[in-house]
T-cell receptor, first 115, second 116 residues
């Protein structure tokens, strides 16, 4: 069965510093992987997704993630944090390859950005 | 264009009551999903519709939960004999549902259900 683990429920960085949010997955078949962001009182918004094309995926707002099969990881990074990046971030894996099935989410990492 | 909308945004009910939560997906999206997000947790899958039929309802916790999508557009999640443990934010998402790899799921703002 697929699963997702996000290390660190809360990450705090200074404005301008590197953002690194960790996600490891477990899947018996090649997965589809997603990062979503949830701003306070708003719905989940897709940041980026890995769909077996390029292993380095670029998303919105300067975020990117690299799929590493050997490490079963899909960590999210951004070179320079901005105050507006403060939000909760969720990593998710698609249940079945090639289907329109549901997502399995991690527990989320809340990102705080200090001025 | 309009995104996924959910009504009501907040619902407070008493233990044992019946509630209905509504989801209006993005026009033209054939796939519709319901998730539940408890405090401090990620969204948890409940049920997935492709068109009018439930393609996967394995996430429904018990038979008090039921969902319909009679015309392949709007969906209603129904909870009977509500319990305090049902308190959560109920999220709806929709996607085009027509291509591979899986289409992006677009989420609504959620309905916050509180069972007293």
């Amino acid at each position: 069965a697929q699963s997702v683990t996000q290390l660190g429920s809360h990450v705090s960085v200074s404005e301008g510093a590197l953002v690194l949010l960790r996600c490891n997955y477990s899947s018996s078949v090649p997965p589809y992987l997603f990062w979503y962001v949830q701003y306070p009182n708003q719905g989940l918004q897709l940041l980026l997704k890995y769909t077996s094309a390029a292993t380095l995926v670029k998303g919105i707002n300067g975020f990117e993630a690299e799929f590493k099969k050997s490490e079963t990881s899909f960590h999210l990074t951004k070179p320079s944090a901005h105050m507006s990046d403060a939000a909760e971030y969720f990593c998710a894996v698609s249940v079945e390859q090639g289907s329109q099935g549901n997502l399995i989410f991690g527990k989320g990492t809340k990102l705080s950005v200090k001025p | 264009g309009a995104g996924v909308s959910q009504t009501p945004s907040n619902k407070v009910t008493e233990k044992g009551k019946y509630v209905e939560l509504r989801c209006d997906p993005i026009s033209g999206h054939t796939a519709l999903y319901w998730y539940r997000q408890s405090l401090g947790q990620g969204p948890e899958f409940l049920i997935y519709f492709q068109g009018t039929g439930a393609a996967d309802d394995s996430g429904l916790p018990n038979d008090r939960f039921f969902a319909v999508r009679p015309e392949g557009s709007v969906s209603t999640l129904k909870i009977q004999r509500t319990e305090r443990g049902d308190s959560a934010v109920y999220l709806c998402a929709s996607s085009l549902g027509t291509s591979l790899p899986p289409d992006t799921q677009y989420f609504g703002p959620g309905t916050r259900l509180t069972v007293l």
